[in-house]
């Protein structure tokens, strides 16, 4: 299982915001989210409130191409942050 933490922010007395993605072992993307606080209570009657939005593995690829497609335009700006993550990559050409 790989993981990301997309949100954690604190502010206030006790509001508390956290996001997550994770791929499980089966494929699927699943969003894991806790808030709370005053705010969430005030909206939703509770102080806390966890949620999960899953994704099928099936789909999982189709949501990468996309967002690659979003993010960059030139395989040098793809290059620039590969290497800022530390991620491995090979290149060929002729």
């Known amino acids: 299982m790989k993981e990301i ?3 954690d922010e604190k502010w206030g007395e006790n ?3 956290f996001l997550k993605a994770v ?5 699927d ?3 894991e989210g806790i808030q709370s606080g005053d705010s969430v209570k ?4 509770d102080f806390d409130l966890e949620y999960w ?3 099928g593995a099936e789909f999982v690829y189709e949501i990468l191409l996309n967002l ?3 993010k960059f ?3 040098s700006h793809v290059l620039k942050w590969l290497k800022n993550k530390e991620i491995p990559y090979n290149t060929t050409s002729f």
């Open 53 to 55: 939005y899953t994704i």
């Open 5 to 7: 933490i997309l949100k």
């Open 42 to 45: 005030e909206r939703f009657g």
């Open 68 to 70: 690659l497609g979003e």
């Open 29 to 31: 993307l699943v969003f």
């Open 23 to 27: 791929i499980k072992n089966n494929g």
């Open 73 to 75: 335009h030139h395989i």
């Open 15 to 17: 509001e508390h915001h």
